[in-house]
């Protein structure tokens, strides 16, 4: 007091004095908490990007696992039923669609189980089909399933026709060769290889005009009255998936 008293300016200058020290360091501070809050807001801003990096990481793993596993297995199956439902709209029977649930194991490429049975209206002698022609016949029913012979088995004879010369003949199976005997076709029948066998229709179980192979191989002796004929069925017993009961029209 007794200063400012004596000299009135020195406290101004004193504050001035002050002031050029001091506001340097308030500015430097105040720019150093800003800075300080933009470093913090821009570390949250890149965690907040990091997390969402990894949560898009895993969403993309997961769709290329889905496009390699599911999407393709999707794709084929709808080729599949697109077929099986085009198929079904030409025939002239009623079809019940059904699916294959296991191949025995001791009759593979003989016996296939379907997962419908008795209860679903599956019956004992239904004829089995798919879009690419005759599978083979139900000989087992049980509540919900159905064991059905495919015409690959031994035990399998199918009245048949060539359907390019009319002549008929019996089809028979030969298990693990993959092909069917073609009997009783005459020696003086003009059946060549590549000619469409279709059931006859004779005998009442097979319904008339289902594809059930092309003749791949004939052999010819003049001194015998029938000729050795081979045909590969039409149906890929390997990749069974989707298929038909034949209804009987009551």
Do not use: W
């Not at 030409?90 to 003989?110: C, G, M, R, T, W």
């Not at 290889?193 to 010819?220: E, H, N, R, Y």
């Amino acid at each position: 007091m007794l200063i400012s008293n004596h000299k009135k300016d020195l406290p101004a200058r004193i504050r001035e004095g002050g002031y050029s020290f001091v506001d340097p360091l308030r500015i430097s501070f105040l720019t150093l908490k800003n800075r300080l809050f933009e470093f913090m807001e821009n570390f949250q801003e890149i965690e907040k990007l990091r997390s969402e990096n990894q949560t898009l990481k895993i969403k993309m793993e997961e769709l290329l696992f889905y496009q390699k596993n599911y999407y393709q297995e999707i794709i084929s199956a709808n080729q599949r039923l697109r077929e099986l439902l085009g198929f079904k709209e030409k025939q002239p029977y009623s079809l019940i669609p059904v699916e294959v649930i296991a191949y025995d194991p001791h009759n593979y490429f003989k016996v296939i189980f379907i997962g419908k049975g008795k209860k679903e209206g599956i019956e004992k002698e239904m004829v089995v089909v798919n879009a690419q022609g005759l599978v083979g016949r139900v000989i087992e029913v049980y509540p919900h399933r159905a064991k059905v012979l495919l015409i690959l088995d031994e035990r399998s004879k199918i009245g048949v026709r060539d359907q390019r010369t009319r002549d008929m003949g019996i089809l028979q199976g030969k298990g693990e060769k993959g092909v069917c005997e073609l009997k009783y076709v005459l020696s003086r029948a003009d059946v060549r290889v590549g000619d469409k066998i279709i059931t006859s229709g004779l005998g009442g179980l097979f319904p008339k005009g289902i594809v059930v192979g092309k003749i791949c191989a004939i052999k010819k002796d003049p001194n015998q009255l029938f000729q050795e004929i081979e045909v590969v069925p039409s149906v890929d017993f390997g990749k069974l998936e989707e298929l038909f009961a034949i209804k009987r029209e009551k």
